[in-house]
C-alpha cells in the first residue's frame, strides 16, 4: 500500500513538472545570452543539452572564457592515458575554433588563459588577437601564454576603436614605430612580465596612442636593451609599477609625466637608478615601495626618492609606505 502511495506521488509530481511553465526559456535571447555570458565559456557550453532551443544559443554570447586548467582537469578525468601535449593541441584547436569560426558576431570580452609554454603557437597569439579586435572586442585579457620563442606584435595589428580594456600576459613583443591613434577608446591597459617592447620609442608611442587612458599597469616589461621607461599621458588617473630581477635586465631610468595623476602604487624591489617626475600635485593616493639596497649609494639615492616623490605629493590624503621607504624619508 506503501508502495503505491509513492508511486502515484511520484507520477503526480511529475505531472506537476510536465504543465509547469519553462520560463527561463521564455526569456527574450538577448537576456538569455547576457546570463550564459556571466559562466564561463566551459559551462555555458554545457546549457546545450538543456533543451533545443538552447542548443546554439552558448555560441551567440558576447562573451569568452577560456582557462587551460579547467580544460586539463576535464581531460585528466575523460581519457585515463591523458598525455599534456595533446591538452594544450586541443586547447588550442578549441581557442582557434571559437574566436576564428563561423560565427563572428561581436564580443564583448575575451579571456584566455593558457598557463603552459612551447614554441608552436606563438603566431596563434597574434591570430588571436586579430580576430578578437575584427569582431570589435571591448576587453581583451591574454594571460599565461608563454611561447619560448617571443612573437612581434605589430602596431598594425592593434588598431581598434572598439577596446577599453587591454591585459596582456603573453611572450610577445610590442613594436610601435609610429605615433598614431590606435586605440582612442582604451582607458585600461595592463602588461605583465612576458610582455617585451621593441625599444623605448615603442612604449611612449602605445602610450599616446591611448587619448583617453586612465589606468596603466606596468610589472617588469623588457627587452633588456629598454633602459628608459617614458610615462607620459595627460589623460592617465591610475599608475602602478611592478619591478623586480637585477639591474642587467631591468630599466635604469623611468620617467613619470602625468600631470592628471591621482593614484601612484610603485613596488620597485630593484632600486632602479633615477626616476625623472615631472609634476605629482594631483596625486590623491600614493604607495611606495622602493628599494635602495642594490642602488651603489644609497645616501644619494634616499634623497633622490625623498625629493622626488615624498616632498611632491603634497596633495595626497592615502599614503603607504614600506620599510625601506620610510627608513630612506626619515633620514
Given at each position: 500500500?506503501?508502495?503505491?502511495?509513492?508511486?502515484?506521488?511520484?507520477?503526480?509530481?511529475?505531472?506537476?513538472?510536465?504543465?509547469?511553465?519553462?520560463?527561463?526559456?521564455?526569456?527574450?535571447?538577448?537576456?538569455?545570452?547576457?546570463?550564459?555570458?556571466?559562466?564561463?565559456?566551459?559551462?555555458?557550453?554545457?546549457?546545450?543539452?538543456?533543451?533545443?532551443?538552447?542548443?546554439?544559443?552558448?555560441?551567440?554570447?558576447?562573451?569568452?572564457?577560456?582557462?587551460?586548467?579547467?580544460?586539463?582537469?576535464?581531460?585528466?578525468?575523460?581519457?585515463?592515458?591523458?598525455?599534456?601535449?595533446?591538452?594544450?593541441?586541443?586547447?588550442?584547436?578549441?581557442?582557434?575554433?571559437?574566436?576564428?569560426?563561423?560565427?563572428?558576431?561581436?564580443?564583448?570580452?575575451?579571456?584566455?588563459?593558457?598557463?603552459?609554454?612551447?614554441?608552436?603557437?606563438?603566431?596563434?597569439?597574434?591570430?588571436?588577437?586579430?580576430?578578437?579586435?575584427?569582431?570589435?572586442?571591448?576587453?581583451?585579457?591574454?594571460?599565461?601564454?608563454?611561447?619560448?620563442?617571443?612573437?612581434?606584435?605589430?602596431?598594425?595589428?592593434?588598431?581598434?576603436?572598439?577596446?577599453?580594456?587591454?591585459?596582456?600576459?603573453?611572450?610577445?613583443?610590442?613594436?610601435?614605430?609610429?605615433?598614431?591613434?590606435?586605440?582612442?577608446?582604451?582607458?585600461?591597459?595592463?602588461?605583465?612580465?612576458?610582455?617585451?617592447?621593441?625599444?623605448?620609442?615603442?612604449?611612449?608611442?602605445?602610450?599616446?596612442?591611448?587619448?583617453?587612458?586612465?589606468?596603466?599597469?606596468?610589472?617588469?616589461?623588457?627587452?633588456?636593451?629598454?633602459?628608459?621607461?617614458?610615462?607620459?599621458?595627460?589623460?592617465?588617473?591610475?599608475?602602478?609599477?611592478?619591478?623586480?630581477?637585477?639591474?642587467?635586465?631591468?630599466?635604469?631610468?623611468?620617467?613619470?609625466?602625468?600631470?592628471?595623476?591621482?593614484?601612484?602604487?610603485?613596488?620597485?624591489?630593484?632600486?632602479?637608478?633615477?626616476?625623472?617626475?615631472?609634476?605629482?600635485?594631483?596625486?590623491?593616493?600614493a604607495k611606495l615601495d622602493v628599494s635602495n639596497d642594490l642602488s651603489g649609494d644609497p645616501n644619494s639615492y634616499g634623497t633622490c626618492l625623498f625629493e622626488l616623490f615624498i616632498k611632491r605629493i603634497f596633495n595626497v590624503k592615502f599614503l603607504q609606505l614600506?620599510?625601506?621607504?620610510?627608513?630612506?624619508?626619515?633620514?
Amino acid at each position: 500500500m506503501l508502495t503505491n502511495n509513492k508511486r502515484q506521488n511520484h507520477k503526480k509530481h511529475a505531472d506537476v513538472c510536465d504543465n509547469e511553465e519553462d520560463r527561463l526559456s521564455k526569456l527574450p535571447e538577448g537576456i538569455i545570452t547576457h546570463i550564459l555570458s556571466l559562466l564561463s565559456t566551459r559551462e555555458s557550453v554545457r546549457t546545450s543539452i538543456l533543451s533545443t532551443r538552447w542548443k546554439y544559443i552558448w555560441s551567440s554570447v558576447p562573451a569568452l572564457d577560456l582557462m587551460y586548467n579547467n580544460f586539463m582537469s576535464k581531460a585528466h578525468s575523460m581519457d585515463v592515458n591523458f598525455q599534456k601535449v595533446n591538452a594544450v593541441d586541443n586547447f588550442l584547436n578549441v581557442v582557434d575554433g571559437l574566436l576564428m569560426g563561423q560565427s563572428q558576431h561581436a564580443l564583448d570580452k575575451v579571456h584566455i588563459d593558457g598557463s603552459f609554454s612551447g614554441t608552436h603557437y606563438g603566431s596563434r597569439i597574434n591570430a588571436w588577437i586579430c580576430a578578437a579586435i575584427e569582431r570589435n572586442v571591448r576587453k581583451l585579457h591574454l594571460r599565461r601564454l608563454d611561447s619560448t620563442m617571443p612573437h612581434e606584435l605589430h602596431q598594425s595589428l592593434l588598431g581598434s576603436n572598439a577596446l577599453v580594456v587591454l591585459k596582456l600576459d603573453v611572450n610577445v613583443i610590442l613594436n610601435f614605430p609610429m605615433t598614431s591613434t590606435c586605440f582612442p577608446n582604451l582607458k585600461v591597459l595592463e602588461l605583465k612580465h612576458l610582455v617585451k617592447f621593441k625599444d623605448g620609442i615603442s612604449v611612449q608611442n602605445l602610450i599616446s596612442s591611448c587619448p583617453v587612458l586612465e589606468d596603466l599597469f606596468i610589472s617588469r616589461v623588457g627587452p633588456h636593451n629598454l633602459r628608459t621607461l617614458n610615462l607620459t599621458s595627460w589623460s592617465l588617473k591610475k599608475l602602478v609599477l611592478r619591478y623586480g630581477g637585477t639591474h642587467d635586465d631591468t630599466v635604469q631610468i623611468i620617467v613619470i609625466d602625468v600631470p592628471a595623476l591621482e593614484t601612484l602604487d610603485i613596488e620597485d624591489d630593484v632600486g632602479t637608478q633615477e626616476y625623472v617626475v615631472r609634476d605629482l600635485s594631483s596625486i590623491i593616493n600614493a604607495k611606495l615601495d622602493v628599494s635602495n639596497d642594490l642602488s651603489g649609494d644609497p645616501n644619494s639615492y634616499g634623497t633622490c626618492l625623498f625629493e622626488l616623490f615624498i616632498k611632491r605629493i603634497f596633495n595626497v590624503k592615502f599614503l603607504q609606505l614600506s620599510g625601506p621607504t620610510m627608513f630612506v624619508s626619515l633620514k
